[in-house]
């Protein structure tokens, strides 16, 4: 069971935008993403209603519509951020769990603050994770430590993240670029230390942070997926 082959791993996108990767693609400028997809399929998804990010990972993560899976918008019904905890039904890492399979899932979103499971959990969100423990178990922190922005770093992403006003586009980008390698290498690095580990997911916001701020310097979005 540790052969590599037996293990899947999903790696999500935040805000990936198909009308610009694919020419990229055809183009010949994204040839990782290229030679990945070689071997996959492509499918637009439908997503839920409403169409926002909370209830539609509150549905991939259950399988289940929002009026079953307790999170119907970014608000929970005590008005504050929805969150793993607002979720009423069991979750794909809790089916694996119980199957005895080991899982890493990191960066997905609603899930600041994580929950324990078995394996490691890195919650998602940037802006919560400050502050905060954002790893479950919390033994596990320095196996994933950087994976969100320790303090004093990045302080051109923080500028953005705080005020929601862009003024440096190319700092922006280079300091997103810096910290999408280092999510891979600690995913990787995670990845490769546990082979008995079978199951990965690493859900990328930083995908989503550039589209939403840049989105009108293609050409800045095409360095982070390069």
């Not at 705080?162 to 003024?167: F, M, T, Y």
């Amino acid at each position: 069971m540790s052969d590599s082959r037996n293990r899947l791993v999903i790696i999500g996108l935040g805000g990936a935008d198909w009308r610009l990767i694919g020419p990229w693609i055809q183009q010949k400028r994204l040839p990782t993403l290229a030679g990945l997809l070689e071997k996959a399929v492509i499918s637009d998804l439908t997503s839920t209603i409403p169409p926002t990010a909370s209830p539609a990972m509150a549905s991939f993560f259950t399988g289940l519509r929002p009026d079953s899976t307790g999170v119907v918008s970014a608000l929970n019904s005590e008005g504050s951020a929805a969150s793993l905890a607002d979720i009423t039904a069991p979750c794909l890492w809790d089916y694996l769990g119980s199957s005895g399979v080991i899982g890493n899932y990191l960066g997905l979103g609603l899930t600041c603050p994580p929950r324990k499971v078995r394996g490691t959990m890195v919650g998602g969100d940037m802006s919560r994770a400050q502050g905060q423990e954002y790893v479950a178990p919390a033994e596990d922190m320095l196996s994933v430590q950087g994976f969100f922005p320790e303090s004093g770093e990045f302080q051109r992403l923080h500028q953005v993240l705080q005020s929601g006003r862009i003024r440096d586009q190319r700092g922006f980008i280079e300091d997103l670029i810096t910290l999408t390698q280092r999510q891979f290498d600690i995913f990787q690095r995670l990845f490769e230390r546990e082979p008995s580990r079978l199951f990965s997911m690493l859900w990328l916001e930083n995908t989503d942070l550039l589209q939403r701020y840049c989105w009108s310097a293609p050409d800045l979005i095409l360095e982070l997926y390069q």
